[in-house]
């Protein structure tokens, strides 16, 4: 059975970092594209960041380039984002999803195959 299950997520202060974690279980996460989504109240999925493994590439949006890292340990099948400097307007629930390795790295979030079940940000003092 397929599944991605996110953790990691909470309550930060603005300027304060969190790890989010997206555990699979059922596959081999590294035969996959990755990407990170987020969805604030009353606002459309968005893409965050995505790696393609056809050619190792790793693309951010604008608003969290610099700040946010994806990384990958194969070992436990678990893929880390990593979220520095953090701004109330990261605010949101994150999801991890996969597609196949031979389509690229997307932002659109139909074109993905498999969600976790999300992980809830909330950057406020």
């Known amino acids: 059975q397929v599944q991605l299950v996110e953790s990691g997520g909470g309550l930060v202060q603005p300027g304060g970092s969190l790890r989010l974690s997206c555990a699979a279980s059922g596959f081999t996460l590294d035969l996959y594209n990755i990407g990170w989504f987020r969805q604030a109240p009353g606002k459309e999925r968005e893409g965050v960041s995505c790696?393609?493994?056809?050619?190792?590439?790793?693309v951010y949006a604008d608003s969290v380039k610099g700040r946010f890292t994806i990384t990958r340990d194969n070992a436990k099948n678990t893929v880390y984002l990593q979220m520095n400097s953090l701004k109330p307007e990261d605010t949101a629930v994150y999801y991890c999803?996969?597609?196949?390795?031979?389509?690229?790295?997307?932002?659109?979030?139909?074109?993905?195959?498999?969600w976790g079940q999300g992980t809830q940000v909330t950057v406020s003092s």
């Open positions: 999803a996969i597609r196949s390795r031979f389509r690229g790295c997307s932002f659109t979030a139909s074109g993905y195959e498999y």
């Open positions: 790696e393609s493994r056809r050619d190792g590439s790793t």
